[in-house]
């Protein structure tokens, strides 16, 4: 069974601090996305990841990918309020029956002053 | 930039209504995706459809079903709604699985929360 787990699922933050946010996936795929969803809104692209090694920083966030590891961290620096929201990775896995992408369950994040 | 854009936002319909969805996108895009949403269950695909008329079932197709007349347009169709279909509802398209150097992100709608009363 193809399965893609967030950890955590809930995270608390003080501003200013530094955490990271992980993805595991279980079947083998060089394509990761990261999304983000604020409350009652739809998801929003943050990162694409397409390659072993691939590393992308937007702002405060910063995603890497490792292929072999399968797995993906997106890594938050000095968090301030406005990163609040849910966080969810998308592993490609195109030729599945399921479509294209499986989600993780998603990682709220609450950044507090 | 890529625009998805689903008829409602919010939808109240009773038990036992036929309920569409609409989702119309402006990209081109071949892929084309109805999910839902629900609280610690995360995203869940019901169908999906990689063509005009071509259609696939995804994790949870069962009360649902789907049509793809148009490549810009996709419905969602919940044939007798039940009180567990109350949820949001998410679509979302992408470009056809497996261009060379292109990959397959996928662009969502705004949602449309439903609830079956």
């Known amino acids: 069974e193809l399965k893609v787990e967030q950890n955590p699922l809930f995270l608390s933050m003080q501003e200013g601090k530094n955490y990271t946010i992980y993805c595991n996936y279980s079947?083998?795929?060089?394509?990761l996305y990261w999304y983000r969803q604020d409350p009652g809104k739809s998801l929003e692209s943050l990162f694409v990841l397409l390659s072993n090694g691939a590393v992308k920083q937007e702002g405060r966030l910063m995603a890497s990918l490792d292929t072999k590891a399968r797995l993906s961290t997106l890594h938050i620096t000095a968090a301030v309020h406005d990163l609040s929201a849910t966080y969810f990775c998308?592993?490609?896995?195109?030729?599945?029956?399921?479509?294209?992408?499986?989600f993780g369950k998603g990682t709220k994040l609450s950044v507090k002053p | 930039d890529v625009k998805v854009t689903q008829s409602s936002r919010y939808l109240v319909k009773r038990t036992g209504e036929k309920v569409f969805l609409e989702c119309v996108q402006d990209?081109?895009?071949?892929?084309m995706f109805w999910y839902r949403q629900d609280p610690g269950l995360g995203l869940r695909l019901i169908y999906f459809s990689y063509d005009v008329k071509m259609k696939e079932k995804g994790d949870i197709p069962e009360g649902y079903s789907v049509s793809r007349e148009k490549k810009e347009r996709f419905s969602l169709i919940l044939e007798s709604a039940s009180t567990n279909q109350t949820s949001m509802y998410l679509c979302?398209?992408?470009?056809?699985?497996?261009?060379?150097?292109?990959?397959?992100?996928?662009?969502f709608g705004p949602g449309t929360r439903l609830t079956v009363l």
């Open positions: 998308a592993v490609d896995i195109s030729r599945g029956s399921q479509g294209n992408l499986i």
């Open positions: 990209m081109d895009h071949e892929n």
């Open positions: 979302a398209s992408s470009f056809a699985f497996g261009i060379a150097d292109a990959y397959n992100e996928q662009f």
């Open positions: 079947t083998t795929s060089d394509r």
